[in-house]
């Protein structure tokens, strides 16, 4: 639409919200992923765009690793207080103790693959139906090829050759019993768009986005905070440095960057002058294999 | 700065993979880890980086020889966010197009200037004209292989001025380029000095899109009805949906339709605050003077604007995108947008070859990839607009109702 009117982040956020109100209007039981991280937080903001004065269609659903920033926590209840919203919390402890799982081991020892059981014991707990999300198709090249409604088997498996054409704006969410959907509203968004419209709505972050002096160690060229969940080697020389995150996920696997970034002003500018992708820099887990994400997608992860 | 969407269309061949990457590598839309990884697979002697790898898929893909339907691609400049709809050629070609082309405003059709107008041009261009494309442009790449030969250009550009014509493509440009070294694409090619037109970027940044949704169509298809459960909102009713045409203002008279209900809009709120109008593309949510019965999928048309068409009889062209073929008398839904409603395909007019537009009448089915004309009848009567009228008002969907499958692509007559 090139409405003089209306301009690109405008143009995102009228999509994203109608695709909300799709969800809410074609699903039973649905609910907002959140992580903490500002792609969730950006959804919330737009969940309130969607539904409000009404109550939100869903509750907020937290799949909580235990190896969370406690700025992201404190965060995360400020905000399910302020809104007013339900939050439902899952464990990943309590399913590893359920289930017998296996922790898994090593220097930073991540329990991102075993979100995956905590998340779809959740959906099964609730009977979810959708579960919206706030992956981005820039973000990733797996990610770049699923749709904005990603239909799930009962093992919530992603089949990349199974996929409905999305044609104009309809957007099909007839399931099986069993079956779910993960629905990604801010598909089209880009990382500068993000924050373009963090800065534009003025949206609160928690405060780990922004540069903070802390204790981290150099892994492989990444900046990895000193935290209980990561084992400290020899080797490891630990020094205070000014750091920011660029995307926030568990203490184990995301990494931060050295940044003087106070504002977010600033960090635009600094993501304008970076010639890193938002993965590449801070995630330690994309990592392991070049298909990465397209294996934990297949098996259920978000 | 606004947003364009637009879809490249050529074989493997004529290098649309590598214009795609050019154009996301001269906008500075390639970071240092994503270009690490294809150095290591170009794995050329001189150094130089494969741009095609960019484009390159899953290991799905990869391992199978299969290519997924549409991947999305993202780059900026300061003056237009894009919207890169990448369709892989092969098998699935006509119903990757398709679904890449119905929310594109614009098409890239690359020529290999060795080659000149072929017969996949000439699919590509009526696909372009089925689905309305706003704007054609003629890319004809490779002009490096033929010596940047103006009269090689000259010769294409003749040659698809008959095709444009043939099937009505009015807004056609034409830019002679070189994806592989890069000419013409961000800055004018000295080799190309001849051309007196834009790069091919340049192009991209400035072409103003005319789209047939932005007068007096307004329509706004119900999705929701926001009814809070709090004190002070007893009497509150917002009928939640985005605008698919024209422009709606408090105060305006309307038609709830199918039922054809007449009110007014009594206010209107775009995330939570109160405005007086809203355009086309906005979501919004509405409330009006009289409290009548709408649900999701009920359509509420402005009175003085051009009125969709209610029935239950409908003409469409289907893409078929099924690999199990469409039967005279199967049961299907028809979505469009927030609209679902059982649907009997009662009869197939005729099938297009999309080769050469010819017809062939009264075929018995319509296998995958397949455009046919098809007779609908709906359980209930449907709001729409002819698609040539209104994109969103006449693009839907029909769902297979035991497998719930998207099978066709329905383009509303």
Redo the contacts between chains.
Sequence with gaps: MSNKRIDHLDLLESEAIYILREVAGQFEKQALLFSGGKDSIVLVHLALKAFRPGKFPFPLVHIDTGHNFQEALDYRDELVAAIGEKLIVRKVEDTIVAKNLTEPRGKFASRNALQTYTLLDTINEFGFDACIGGARRDEEKARAKERVFSIRDEFGQWNPKLQRPELWNNYNGKIHKGENVRVFPISNWTELDVWNYIKREGIKLPSIYFSHERDVIEYDQQLVALSPFIRLDKEDVVFKCKVRYRTVGDMTCTAAIASEAFSIDDIIEEIISSNTSERGETRIDDKVSEAAMEDRKKNGYF | ???LRFITAGSVDDGKSTLIGRLLYDSKSI????LR?IEKASNKANGEIDLALLT??????REQG?T???????F?TPR??F?IADAPGHIQYT?NM??GA??S?LIIILIDARHGVVEQTRRHSIIASLLDVAHVVVAVNKMDLVSYDETVFNTIVNDYKEVAASLGLNEVTYIPIAAITGDNITEHSTKLDWYNGEPLLAFLEQV??K?S??NNKARLYV??V?????PG?HD?R?Y???I?GGSLHVGDHVISLPSGISTTISAIE???NAIDEA?????ITIQLADDIDIS?GDVIVKKSDLQPIVSQDLEALLCW?DTRPLLPGNRY?L????LTVPAIVKHIGYKVDVNTIDKTHNPATAELNDIVSVTLKTASPVPYDKYTVL??GG???L?DETS???VA?AILQ
């Excluded at chain 2, 970071?31 to 994503?34: E, F, G, T, V």
């Excluded at chain 2, 390159?56 to 893909?61: Q, S």
């Excluded at chain 2, 979505?335 to 927030?338: F, G, P, R």
């Design positions: 700065m606004d947003i970071l240092i880890d994503q990884s390159d898929g899953l290991r799905a893909e299969i997924i339907d549409v991947a999305y691609k993202y900026s237009r966010k919207i119903r398709v679904t119905s929310n405003d103003n899109i789209r949704a932005e999705q929701y926001i009814r809070p459960q709090a909102y509150y917002g939640a949906g985005r698919t775009s995330g939570g355009y086309a593309g906005q979501s999701r995108m839904l979505q469009l947008n927030s994109h969103t693009g839907a969907i769902i719930y499958a998207t692509a």
